[in-house]
């Protein structure tokens, strides 16, 4: 069965203390991993894409990079703003299904000032 | 409006009643999907629709949950009898077929939900 983990369920940062979050997944016939942000109250906003092990996107103080098994979404130097829920989400090549979106059950991301 | 809209934000209903939550997609926007997200759960897939059809139902959790989309824009998903296990946010999302593809982008955008809440 396709899954995807993602650790750790909550982290806790001071302002500037840079990180990484983990998404490691176990699919077959990844068309593509996509990082999302979640605000308390609101629907996730899309952050990036990444199509192939070894691809990077980065975007302000966060950057996601991709392997075979797993993304990571590393934040340096982090904000009070940047406090949400982070959801990685994966593509897969269709078995037929159109679920196209398998969703992890996300970080809580808190970085206190 | 330029994002996805849904209504209502939040319903409060006693179990056993049918409730109706409606999305507005992105004008253009030839997918939709409805998700839910139980508190501190992840996404959970229901259903979605190309244009007017839902080739993919697999997610519907019963018979109580059906979901409709007309004129390849606004989606209703309907629940029958609803139960306490039903209260959740549950999620639309819209997205856009890349010209010369057949497959819609992963990219979804997101309306900001709507609160079940099921006493």
């Known amino acids: 069965e396709d899954q995807v983990t993602q650790s750790p369920e909550a982290l806790r940062l001071q302002e500037g203390e840079s990180s990484s979050l983990n998404c490691s997944y176990t699919?077959?016939?990844?068309?593509?991993l996509f990082w999302y942000r979640q605000d308390p109250g609101k629907g996730p906003e899309f952050l990036f894409t990444?199509?192939?092990a070894g691809e990077e996107k980065e975007k302000e103080r966060l950057k996601a990079t991709l392997t075979k098994k797993e993304s990571f979404l590393h934040i340096t130097a982090p904000k009070p703003e940047d406090s949400a829920t982070y959801l990685c989400?994966?593509?897969?090549?269709?078995?037929?299904?159109?679920?196209?979106?398998?969703f992890g059950s996300g970080t809580q991301l808190t970085v206190l000032p | 409006g330029a994002g996805v809209s849904q209504s209502p934000s939040n319903k409060v209903t006693e179990k056993g009643k049918d409730v109706e939550l409606r999305c507005d997609p992105i004008?253009?926007?030839?997918?939709l999907y409805w998700y839910r997200q139980s508190l501190g759960q992840g996404l959970e897939f229901l259903i979605y629709?190309?244009?007017?059809?839902?080739?993919?139902k697999s997610g519907l959790p019963s018979d109580r949950f059906s979901a409709e989309r007309t004129g390849g824009s606004v989606s209703t998903l309907t629940i029958q009898r609803t139960q306490q296990e039903d209260s959740a946010v549950y999620l639309c999302?819209?997205?856009?077929?890349?010209?010369?593809?057949?497959?819609?982008?992963?990219?979804?955008?997101f309306g900001e939900g709507s609160r079940l809440t099921v006493l």
């Open positions: 999302a819209s997205s856009f077929r890349v010209p010369g593809r057949v497959t819609n982008t992963g990219e979804l955008f």
């Open positions: 699919v077959s016939g990844l068309r593509g």
């Open positions: 990444l199509y192939s």
């Open positions: 989400a994966v593509h897969l090549f269709s078995s037929g299904s159109a679920r196209q979106l398998t």
């Open positions: 004008s253009g926007h030839t997918a």
């Open positions: 629709f190309q244009g007017n059809s839902a080739p993919d």
